[in-house]
């Protein structure tokens, strides 16, 4: 007999293991990478401390202006108030770029986009805006130091205002001119009211009894037209006067000194440092996460 031959039976695969190692919970995997992370961070602060060096501080001055106004007799006596400049007329010419180039020529600065930053930030910074009131504008500028910007708004005024000024003194002398020749012809009404009294009661003392109807009547007529006219100056008087206060004709002026807080308006030298580690801790984080994300993939 011959041998049977004995087939082996075929060996199964062996089901291998996956040697890969499972991807890490991010929070165990930062926590693992603690000291990578927290390395990221300090030089984040160091380089938010660098930045604050390169960063000049700014402070931002604000003022508030009022517009000028003069007030004007008209024809039957009555104050007509007539304001310098509108308050959108004001707001447009404030922010205009020949404005503050003559601002930056009377604080000794050369003109914008000649490499000096002083210049360059407060011809970019000075701006106007209308207020709530009619005749309000409000004005606001930065510079690099808290004197610089409150000299750049009040030599910004001076500016402003000079155009006001002109318009302002002459009508104020016109109505100071017409008081004047007003006040003059009241005394001058004052002494013939005087006079002519003085007639009437020498006339009345003296016992003279011709043509005295005539006379009285004369007189009488005669010192009524002179109270009228008396009395009609004074009122053009007190008009003028009136005209001539404070509430009803005043130049254009700042409401109050230029205000400057203490602090720049630029965060301190702890936010920069705060900024830099917490801009470096994300990082960090993210770098790690990153990298582990493209391991296991």
Known sequence: MTKSSIEEAPHMPSTGTDTSSPALNPIRLLAKSFKAIFLAGIVGAGVGLLTYQIVHPRWM???????????VPDAKGSLVTQPLENQLTATERYNLPSLRLQVLKALGLPGPDTGNSDSDLIFKSMKATAGRSPNVINVEVSAHSRESAASALEIALNVFSTAHRKLFDQAVSDVRGNLEITQHKLAAAERDYARVNEVIKSVATSGSIANAGSRDVLASNTITLINTQVIELRMRVATYQDALGPLRTYPTQEMGPAYVPARPTTPSIAAFILMG???????????????????TA
């Open 61 to 71: 001055a604000s003022m508030v202006i009022q517009l000028g106004q003069v007030s």
């Open 277 to 295: 580690a917490a801009v470096g801790l994300m990082l960090g984080g993210s770098l790690v996460l990153l990298r582990e994300s493209f391991r």
